[in-house]
């Protein structure tokens, strides 16, 4: 029988990143064979795949990319099924690796992607039969804009990408701390323009029903719900919501701030939890 000598286990391992001894019996199985040794991983992990294809993989991390010039970002989660293979560092290297390969392209072009030598969804599947957890790509979201800067929270649960109006001093201070306000408050819209006209009505509603048990005059209501449309807006978008490090001034002023033509004009944000 055909033993493998520990450089070969260590080179496959360094490729597929399956454990040394699922290497070893590959390379056992494959007779020294090193391409049929991968392959016989990847087959692994199919299996391994088809069987929790039902099981929910809710933990992971979240990493956002932007590219060298600032103008476009892509935010993926990598998910898989406990916070302890989340946590592990081979994993969330993957996770920037695969975000770095996703930017400028759609989902489905990064997942056709060419990996080192596999396609992306692939690699999901051979990583499922080495990590034994269900791994997919889950969240995917894209952005382009003049400038762009970048926030990942500490454990890599939530990230945001911010775009502001030009690439001018103050700029990259302004866009990672923008980046920090939309990871930490969630804003629903950018601005009251950006709201849905489903979730103006619903708030509308709530706030109509309230005024009435409270049993104010039908004639007031309207001037009433204004008021509580503008608080609204304070508190859930993005420009009009107070500064987390500065709750004196709007995001929109501390941007203007540090350089009076700025502007936030867009982000998106990506959340496990």
Same mark, same amino acid.
């Given at each position: 029988?055909y033993?493998?000598?520990a450089?070969?286990? +260590?080179?496959?391992?360094n490729?597929? &990143?399956? &454990?040394?001894?699922?290497c /070893?019996?590959?390379?056992?199985?494959?007779?020294?064979d090193?391409?049929?040794?991968i392959?016989?991983l990847?087959?692994?992990?199919?299996? =391994?795949?088809?069987?929790? +294809?039902?099981?929910?993989?809710?933990? &992971?991390?979240?990493?956002a /990319? =932007?590219?060298?010039d600032?103008?476009?970002?892509?935010?993926i989660?990598?998910?898989? !099924?406990?916070?302890?293979?989340?946590?592990?560092?081979?994993? $969330?290297n993957? +996770?920037?690796?695969?975000?770095?390969?996703a930017l #400028?392209?759609?989902k489905?072009?990064?997942?056709?992607?060419?990996? /080192?030598?596999?396609?992306?969804?692939?690699?999901?599947?051979?990583?499922?039969?080495?990590? #034994?957890?269900k791994?997919?790509?889950? @969240?995917?979201?894209?952005?382009?804009?003049?400038?762009?800067?970048a926030?990942?929270?500490?454990?890599?649960?939530?990230?945001?990408?911010?775009?502001?109006?030009?690439?001018?001093?103050g700029?990259?201070?302004?866009a990672? @701390?923008? @980046?920090m306000q939309?990871a930490?408050?969630?804003?629903?819209?950018?601005?009251?323009?950006?709201?849905?006209?489903?979730t103006?009505?619903? !708030?509308?509603?709530?706030?109509?029903e309230?005024?009435?048990?409270? #049993?104010?005059? +039908?004639?007031?209501?309207?001037?009433?719900?204004?008021?509580?449309?503008?608080?609204?807006?304070?508190d859930?978008?993005?420009?009009h919501?107070?500064?987390i490090?500065?709750?004196?001034?709007?995001?929109?002023?501390?941007?203007?701030?540090?350089?009076?033509?700025l502007?936030v004009? #867009?982000? $998106?944000?990506?959340?496990?939890?």
């Amino acid at each position: 029988m055909y033993t493998p000598v520990a450089a070969d286990v +260590a080179k496959l391992r360094n490729t597929t &990143g399956a &454990g040394m001894m699922d290497c /070893k019996k590959a390379l056992t199985e494959a007779e020294g064979d090193f391409d049929k040794a991968i392959e016989i991983l990847r087959k692994k992990g199919q299996k =391994v795949a088809a069987n929790r +294809a039902d099981r929910e993989s809710t933990e &992971g991390a979240v990493i956002a /990319k =932007v590219n060298g010039d600032k103008t476009r970002g892509v935010i993926i989660a990598l998910n898989c !099924e406990t916070d302890f293979v989340a946590k592990n560092e081979d994993f $969330v290297n993957l +996770a920037h690796d695969l975000a770095e390969l996703a930017l #400028g392209k759609s989902k489905e072009e990064f997942l056709a992607s060419d990996y /080192k030598g596999i396609t992306v969804a692939d690699k999901l599947t051979e990583q499922t039969g080495v990590i #034994g957890e269900k791994i997919e790509v889950g @969240s995917f979201e894209t952005i382009e804009g003049p400038f762009l800067g970048a926030y990942i929270h500490a454990g890599n649960k939530i990230a945001a990408i911010t775009s502001l109006s030009e690439n001018v001093s103050g700029a990259e201070e302004a866009a990672k @701390s923008v @980046s920090m306000q939309v990871a930490a408050m969630n804003p629903i819209a950018l601005d009251e323009t950006k709201v849905s006209q489903e979730t103006i009505d619903k !708030e509308l509603d709530i706030e109509r029903e309230l005024l009435t048990k409270e #049993g104010k005059p +039908a004639n007031i209501i309207d001037n009433i719900l204004k008021g509580k449309m503008q608080r609204f807006y304070k508190d859930n978008t993005l420009v009009h919501q107070s500064f987390i490090k500065d709750p004196n001034v709007s995001v929109a002023d501390y941007v203007k701030s540090l350089n009076d033509g700025l502007k936030v004009v #867009g982000f $998106v944000r990506v959340s496990l939890t």
